[in-house]
């Protein structure tokens, strides 16, 4: 029941790099799905895609289906899926469709909060792209770098590799996602203990905190290091950064080695309202149109045909999967008290 990240991360490494009225003509959804959705008029998304990517995918999908109105719910993927969560909890079932990560995903497919629906679409995808079970879908991948603003960091200077983070001359000016609040900046901090093991790995988190970070959201840190109040953030997606540097915003992405290679999902809500309607978006999510949508908007599809020309230095850039759950579940206890001291430390 698991995804193949590996292999989409070896798939990366070797690559070489609209329809009107009420038609099924983008998709190849069911017609029976599409007239039921018709019938519900209206679906809720919950997503953690910038604001104005989750615009452009809801504007191209209504040029489909104009008669389905779409509302969404943006946050960061640990308190949206805590808002999901509660909610649920609480017999409030508003969620159609969320937008999650593939380790984010799989403890709720195990507690059965998300609908078993495989998608036609999903056929387009090569082998070991998308995981067998139904619960979840890869539609768009996501890498892990640091970003910095090019006003701010003169040509030269720029980091290259994670231990460049370190340099002193980067004191007090770089900000980083809460590790302790959990999401992608946690993930990447357990990951990279697998790839370079505790010595090298205890060496850098604690001299990263050592240089006297800056916490917040990763959108708070983002902004803070666009208007130049700091110069860097620690820890970011490619995928996010683009969207922002197409506005003109002044930041930029690096390729360090290795950087970590994630699977974003998108599930249906075992208690969705318009359950016609989120398979509908599902599958527009899937399909060529939503995928070129997706690279159209900067953002990186799952869709291989369908990568944009900014991801091409990633195609020789080091991928290695996300592996956040599998080692956390192994050692929780210990990697809780290694992130309240290395990042616990407020000054």
């Known amino acids: 029941m698991t995804c193949s990240i590996l292999s989409t991360a070896r798939a990366f490494a070797l690559a070489g790099a609209v329809a009107f009225g009420f038609s099924s003509a983008a998709t190849a959804s069911d017609p029976a799905v599409i007239e039921a959705a018709k019938k519900e008029g209206k679906l809720t998304v919950y997503t953690e895609l ?18 389905i109105t779409v509302d969404f719910y943006r946050g960061s993927t640990t308190p949206l899926l805590q808002r999901f969560e509660s909610e649920a909890a609480a017999g409030r079932h508003t969620v159609d469709v969320l937008t999650s990560s593939d380790q984010r995903s799989k403890p709720l497919v195990e507690r059965g909060m998300f609908a078993n629906y495989k998608s036609p679409e999903l056929a387009k995808y090569e082998p070991g ?24 960091v003169p040509p030269g200077q720029e980091p290259k590799q994670w231990a460049d983070l370190l340099d002193p001359k980067w004191k007090g000016k770089i900000g980083i996602q809460d590790p302790l609040t959990g999401g992608g900046t946690t993930a990447w901090i357990v990951t990279m203990y697998g790839h370079w093991g505790e010595a090298k790995w205890t060496d850098f988190m604690q001299r990263l905190a050592g240089q006297n970070l800056r916490y917040g ?17 620690a820890v970011d997606y490619p995928d996010f950064v683009e969207p922002l540097k197409a506005k003109g915003a002044p930041i930029e992405w690096g390729t360090p080695e290795p950087m970590m290679l ?21 599958d527009f999510m899937l399909s060529k ?23 091409d230095r990633l195609k020789s850039a080091t991928l290695i999967p996300n592996r956040h759950a599998e080692i956390e579940n192994q050692r929780y206890d210990f990697f809780q008290a290694k992130l309240k001291e290395f990042f616990g430390k407020r000054g």
């Not at 910038?50 to 008669?67: A, C, D, M, S, W």
């Not at 994630?262 to 599902?282: E, V």
């Open 129 to 152: 792209m998308q995981p067998d079970h139904g619960f979840f879908a890869i539609y768009t991948l996501n890498t892990t770098s640091f970003a910095w603003n090019p006003k701010v």
């Open 262 to 282: 994630s699977g974003l999902t998108i599930q249906l809500s075992a208690k969705a309202p318009n359950p016609n309607a989120g398979k509908l978006f599902i």
């Open 50 to 67: 910038p604001t104005e990517v989750i615009h452009g995918l809801i504007t191209q999908f209504r040029k489909t289906y104009p008669t």
């Open 217 to 233: 959201t990763r959108q708070n840190v983002e902004e803070m290091v666009m208007s130049g109040e700091l110069a860097m953030i």
């Open 289 to 311: 149109e939503g995928q070129e949508t997706l690279g159209k908007l900067n953002t990186m599809p799952a869709l291989k045909s369908e990568w944009p020309k900014a991801f």
